[in-house]
């Protein structure tokens, strides 16, 4: 970002996130990309990631290259034993409730503060007007979902005790069909035993959320670069090829990315004809990119676990971190 603002030359083609996007297009710094080929591959994308590659003047400013997405995945055989439907477990109390009241040997696995993370990506896209500087965060909402999981759910090492109910993962270990009632996870992971698992949204911190966080990552051409009608070039190439680009380098490059809103798009690697697969191609078409993904190092959270903090405290520093953020 430094070296884009300075008016740096050396790279061509940027990979941004939205946050990034949002800034450098609401500065005037881009590069319109003129291209029906380009054009076309932003179309066939599911409408809110094309909708967002458009600046306020009109102009195609990005092309969306890859995303990811994450659910509530249940094994097939919890689904059955518990008559599981996604209603059940659509807000966070009552996911928690869920896992918190079964009785049985299988544990809720969780992989840190990601829960959480989705959670507060929820409240910061529904709840606060960061462009106005309006936000607020002494809401019993966002109280709620901070005391709730960042009472039970580990940020960095061992601190707090984890709840009941649930296991932390450090997210590179396979989880157990056998032994899972629940656990956060995105598709890449668990394609290979697809019809082993469904997926559900991330349960909602209230009504007032209307979709799911996607993580999603956008080619951006270098506004400064000596090397534009290339660079077209290039992410044209990329567009004309993004099945075959997707469906030979996916697990190691894309992490299985749903983008297209097409689903004859998806190669066989996706296994189209499984319920993981429409399951997740579902959470992701109903997405939104957040473009205020606050940069923050969250101390509030670690002196809030460490019992530094009270929690009136712990939220009144993370409003201050952002105070600063968006001041500078």
């Known amino acids: 970002m430094i070296k884009l603002m300075a008016g740096d030359s050396d790279v061509d083609i940027y990979f941004i996130d939205g946050t990034e996007a949002r800034l450098l297009i609401e500065k005037g710094i881009y590069t319109p990309i003129n291209s029906e080929v380009i054009s076309e591959h932003n179309n066939g994308c599911f409408d809110y990631l094309a909708e967002f590659c458009i600046s306020g003047g009109g102009d195609t400013a990005l092309m969306p290259l890859t995303s990811s997405v994450s659910g509530v995945l249940v094994p097939k055989s919890v689904v059955s034993e518990q008559q599981l439907d996604g209603k059940d477990i659509a807000y966070i109390d009552d996911y928690l409730d869920f896992v918190r009241n079964y009785t049985g040997t299988r544990k809720a696995y969780s992989t840190g503060d990601n829960l959480y993370s989705f959670l507060n990506y929820q409240y910061e896209k529904y709840y606060c007007d960061f462009a106005n500087g309006l936000f607020d965060y002494s809401t019993e909402e966002y109280r709620h979902i901070y005391k709730e999981l960042l009472s039970g759910y580990r940020r960095r090492g061992e601190t707090p005790e984890t709840v009941t109910g649930f296991v932390h993962s ?159």
């Open 170 to 328: 450090n997210g590179s270990e396979k989880l157990d069909v056998n032994n899972v009632l629940a656990a956060e996870g995105d598709f890449s992971g668990y394609v290979d035993f697809a019809d082993d698992w469904r997926a559900y949204p991330i349960p909602k911190i209230s009504a007032q959320v209307e979709a799911n966080f996607v993580n999603a990552v956008f080619a951006f051409i270098n506004p400064n670069s000596n090397n534009k009608e290339a660079a077209i070039k290039v992410l044209e190439a990329v567009a004309e090829n993004y099945n075959e680009l997707t469906d030979e380098v996916a697990y190691e490059v894309f992490c299985y990315p749903f983008i297209k809103k097409d689903k004859a798009e998806y190669g066989e690697k996706y296994q189209t004809d499984s319920d993981l697969f429409n399951d997740f191609y579902e959470i992701a078409a109903n997405g939104f990119v957040h473009e205020y993904q606050i940069a923050s190092y969250r101390n509030d959270i670690d002196e809030y676990q460490s019992g530094s903090l009270s929690l009136d405290d712990a939220i009144a520093m993370y409003r201050r971190e952002i105070d600063i953020w968006l001041n500078e």
